[in-house]
């Protein structure tokens, strides 16, 4: 079959024309989807934001309670009521990553378990008036309170450590991503 110059310039015009009407409908659905994925995670990365300052805000209140030099003497100092502490275990579980979460929870047994010691401690005696009849055991409890107060801070910093990777300018994934692609970009040309 031999086309003719004419027939073979229509069929070439015809072909482009269409490839041109399939990108122009394509590009503005791609670009849409593009800026949409930006936006979500943009949102996201404050909401992430807003909740852990919360939450470092909450840790530095922990820290400073559970800190025996500290001159805050009233353990309800601090603390968040129960409506608040509710809404702030809602948000960090809602918008916080898995490691996030997972530590938070860690550092909320780590408290719980260092505000029942020193429930006992109470109990037992205070370090101005031990009571002679059970000095070991308020050896015990001291220990064990100094035991959850260290294992509390552990948890407390670790916290602190993985949000602050997590609020990294350039650790968000879209960033990393693209990120290195152009690092390699420039690699190549160098």
């Given at each position: 079959m031999d086309l003719d110059p004419a027939s073979l310039g229509v069929i070439v015009a015809g072909v482009s024309a269409i490839l041109?009407?399939?990108v122009a409908l394509m590009a503005p659905r791609l670009t849409f989807?593009?800026?949409r994925a930006l936006e979500?995670?943009?949102r996201r990365?404050?909401?992430r934001s807003d909740v852990y300052v919360d939450l470092v805000a909450h840790l530095w209140d922990l820290r400073n309670l559970t800190d025996?030099?500290?001159p805050s003497t009233d353990e309800s100092q601090g603390r968040l009521t129960t409506e608040e502490n509710r809404r702030l275990e809602a948000r960090v579980h809602a918008f916080a990553s898995a490691e996030v979460d997972d530590l938070h929870n860690r550092v909320t047994i780590a408290y719980l378990?260092?505000?029942n010691a020193s429930g006992q401690l109470r109990r037992s005696g205070t370090s101005a008036d031990p009571r002679p009849s059970i000095g070991d055991a308020y050896q015990a409890e001291t220990a064990r309170r100094a035991h959850a107060r260290k294992t509390l801070k552990e948890a407390i910093a670790e916290l602190?450590?993985?949000i602050r990777d997590?609020?990294?300018p350039d650790e968000s994934p879209r960033s990393r991503r693209f990120g290195r692609s152009a690092k390699k970009a420039l690699r190549r040309e160098s």
């Open positions: 041109s009407a399939v989807r593009y800026t979500l995670d943009r990365f404050e909401k025996p030099q500290s378990t260092w505000f602190e450590q993985q997590e609020l990294q």
